[in-house]
């Protein structure tokens, strides 16, 4: 059942892309709706190096003008989107606070996540890994989350993530071989690249730096309770 939600994913990325129908990343701007504040889990060192690794493979077939979001430095699973985005964060935010105090109640019950890792897939905007739970953490932080959150929660409040996953790169202009994208990530759907182990969970916000996103932690919280 789960997997064959990234099956779906990937039957219509592959006819969006083969149509000439991919959608194309800008940089974010304030206010906006994409690249928005969020909670994210950071792969452990080991996995962060194969994501980038497979990335740099999935920029060979799809162009160099992509954005890497799976590079080791900006490799993340979203675990919940906040605010739209916005150019400038004070220090001492108040909302900043409110999300950060939610997020360490949320984790004091749970220990590290762990996912297995077990394929491409394709969306019509960008190349993803898919990622599995291990046990019932991610659920149960998910679920702590959201309530702790309580109306801060707002964004995401009518969306329910069903499938967990971290994007390698994302499509930033019409591709110039659409079908070796598609059978690059068709070759690779279950490729296994093993467990990722999250230990912690991160509040960011996202800066494009001339070439790419990457990452801003505004704050952290370990996820180290032991059952």
Do not use: K
């Amino acid at each position: 059942m789960y997997a064959t939600r990234f099956d779906g994913l990937f039957e219509r990325g592959r006819d969006a892309v083969l149509a000439g129908a991919v959608q194309c990343q800008v940089p974010p701007v304030d206010g906006g709706n994409r690249w928005v504040m969020s909670v994210v889990m950071r792969p452990d060192a080991a996995t962060a190096r194969r994501m980038g690794e497979i990335t740099r493979e999935a920029l060979t077939v799809a162009g160099e003008e992509h954005w890497p979001t799976g590079t080791a430095d900006s490799s993340h699973f979203t675990l919940r989107a906040l605010e739209e985005h916005r150019v400038s964060v004070p220090d001492g935010d108040a909302r900043v606070s409110r999300y950060m105090a939610a997020l360490r109640t949320a984790a004091t019950a749970v220990g590290p996540v762990r996912m297995t890792l077990s394929g491409l897939t394709l969306t019509p905007g960008c190349v993803m890994l898919c990622a599995e739970p291990s046990g019932d953490a991610m659920e149960r932080l998910y679920d702590a989350y959201e309530d702790a959150l309580g109306e801060d929660g707002w964004l995401e409040a009518d969306f329910d993530r069903n499938i967990w996953y971290s994007t390698l790169v994302h499509f930033t202009r019409p591709l110039t071989n659409p079908q070796a994208v598609v059978d690059w990530v068709g070759e690779r759907r279950d490729l296994a690249l093993g467990q990722v182990e999250c230990r912690h969970v991160e509040l960011v916000v996202y800066r494009f730096n001339g070439s790419r996103i990457v990452m801003e932690a505004l704050d952290a919280v370990s996820l180290s309770h032991r059952p």
